[in-house]
């Protein structure tokens, strides 16, 4: 991460899983929306700023709340620009390579907003349909905001021109790995090899449809049916071409929330929780709060983001469903009696969420994972203090590195002889058997339900505590 330690740190508790979707309640797996302006420059302005906050450091969810010219735009304008910003993330190691063709040399730094043109007018013409002389005319003019780079406007009216001319034919000579960085592509071969590791770069290209978890799980065909929406093998319903969750059935009753399919499997390492004490800790976005109340725990929801424990607060209010909120450090708090179960939903580098969350890959870094697996294991052991004898704690992280998953299951077996793992099975996960890994633990990968439009990348370990 690119910020100081101690505000880093707190960041990255904020963010263990950054808020899905897009602004508002559009679906990222809606159409790409164009704008309804004559010239649409003011959504392509707006996508080149949260472009800028990105390669600054900011997530995209940080961008997009803080970025000016985009809270300015409304309805087609502001999805315009919202669907040009994914695109270009998504797809920027495609867009870079097909660009270094055009370019001589790579450009210095301090001309990253050119690049940043030439990426939004590439993302237009071979991802978008935007025809080919509006994406290079408003490239052009963009550069002309600046002094600064007013001077590049002949090149990136050069270089936008052969890329439009070349189109989407040149996108089938484009690897796969070249969208994921380096560093993860090595370290995703050497835990699922290299088919696997392609097969998980694949599903990174693709957008993801809606997933939706039900209140009671009885339902599921009559809201299928009422919904028009796919049933998973994992239990959810999923969704496509959604422009507006709020509109959707039931979502005023409270019968449903929005949650990727893989993100609902660990609650369910717990069993029967019906009148038993559960700490969820690192709690927001909420949605397995949600499940653990629905099936009938005494909830206690920790984290230390009460703006993002909001929107918990929200979904209960909207779903009927009760559970106690706690605002506080889950290092620091020490409640008066311990739980029955914990679900510790760990920060961590959340590359399992990149089909979600395109901006991952370039705000992350490899140096980043030390200092979460430290912190993941600092809080393994303060939830076991919270735990009664007996009692089961659920490990899960959204990520796709071993360190954060399965290398740290094993560190905390080893750092508590009290400590057992116990063994999922295919019938506690709907019989997807095929997530459960060599240890006996939940991992599922983006890969997985391809032909369904794939999941989140999810780890998932379950550890009973000798009484």
Not at 371 to 388: N, V
Request: glycine residues 8%; positive net charge.
């Amino acid at each position: 991460m690119t910020f100081g330690a101690r505000r880093g740190l707190r960041r990255v508790m904020e963010h263990k899983n950054p808020p899905s979707g897009p602004p508002a309640s559009t679906s990222s797996a809606s159409p790409a929306p164009t704008s309804t302006s004559a010239s649409g420059l003011d959504s392509r302005r707006a996508a080149l700023d949260l472009l800028a906050r990105i390669r600054r450091g900011f997530l995209l969810d940080e961008a997009l709340s803080a970025c000016i010219s985009f809270d300015e735009l409304e309805g087609p304008d502001r999805s315009f620009a919202y669907a040009l910003t994914v695109t270009v993330l998504r797809r920027r190691g495609t867009i870079d390579h097909l660009l270094g063709a055009y370019i001589d040399r790579p450009l210095p730094k301090k001309l990253a907003r050119v690049m940043d043109i030439l990426r939004l007018a590439a993302a237009q013409t071979l991802f978008l349909g935007t025809p080919d002389h509006a994406a290079v005319s408003t490239a052009v003019t963009l550069a002309g905001d600046r002094k600064e780079i007013a001077g590049y406007a002949k090149l990136i009216n050069a270089v936008a021109r052969k890329v439009a001319k070349a189109g989407t034919a040149a996108l089938e000579k484009v690897p796969a790995r070249a969208d994921t960085p380096a560093w993860m592509w090595r370290s995703w071969e050497r835990n699922y090899g290299p088919q696997g590791t392609r097969a998980i770069a694949e599903a990174h290209r693709q957008e993801p449809p809606l997933d939706l978890t039900l209140k009671n799980p009885a339902d599921a065909t009559l809201w299928a049916d009422r919904l028009q929406a796919e049933t998973l093998p994992t239990g959810s319903l999923r969704l496509r071409n959604i422009s507006d969750v709020k509109k959707l059935d039931g979502f005023g009753d409270g019968v449903w929330w929005v949650q990727d399919t893989a993100a609902s499997l660990p609650t369910r390492l717990l069993g029967d929780v019906s009148g038993k004490k559960v700490f969820d800790l690192c709690a927001a976005p909420g949605g397995k709060t949600l499940q653990l109340a629905a099936a009938g725990a005494e909830v206690i929801s920790v984290d230390i983001s009460d703006p993002r424990l909001q929107r918990v607060r929200e979904n209960l209010g909207r779903t009927g469903l009760t559970a106690a909120i706690v605002t506080e450090d889950v290092l620091r708090w020490s409640p008066d009696e311990k739980a029955d179960a914990i679900l510790l939903d760990a920060p961590c580098s959340a590359t399992g969420t990149i089909r979600r969350h395109p901006d991952i890959p370039w705000v992350k870094h490899e140096t980043d994972i030390a200092a979460l697996t430290s912190l993941q294991a600092r809080m393994i052991d303060h939830a076991l203090s919270l735990l009664k004898p007996g009692g089961t704690l659920i490990y899960c992280v959204c990520s796709l590195q071993a360190a954060e998953g399965e290398k740290q299951a094993q560190a905390a077996l080893k750092r508590h002889d009290k400590l057992t793992r116990k063994a999922v099975t295919a019938d506690e996960i709907s019989g997807f058997g095929e997530a459960i890994n060599r240890h006996g633990d939940l991992r599922t990968l983006p890969s997985m339900l391809a032909e369904k439009g794939g999941m989140d990348g999810f780890y998932a370990a379950r550890f009973i505590l000798a009484a």
